[in-house]
């Protein structure tokens, strides 16, 4: 579908650039039970977007598990607790 309506060259040369997803229809359906009794269930969808660029995909520096660990305890270093005593 890219080569052919947007006017990409190869398509094994698209990677991946974002991807996140939003908030869809939100449905509510009764789900019987017996004796009369029935309970209410919750139909969630969602929408998902990807957003796909042409080219070779962006080098990123691999970090070593001591600085994966290190970056998580600045983060919680750094964070801030609201409402607390």
Do not use: W
């Not at 060259?9 to 869809?24: M, R």
Request: charged share 25%; net charge positive; proline share 4%.
């Amino acid at each position: 579908m890219a080569v052919k309506n947007h006017n990409v060259e190869y398509k094994s040369n698209l990677y991946v650039a974002e991807s996140y997803s939003g908030k869809g229809k939100y449905l509510k359906r009764i789900r019987y039970h017996g004796r009369g009794m029935f309970g209410i269930m919750d139909k969630v969808y969602c929408h998902y977007f990807v957003k796909l660029v042409e080219g070779s995909p962006p080098k990123t520096p691999e970090k070593t598990s001591f600085d994966q660990a290190k970056e998580y305890v600045q983060n919680l270093r750094n964070r801030t607790i609201v409402h607390s005593l």
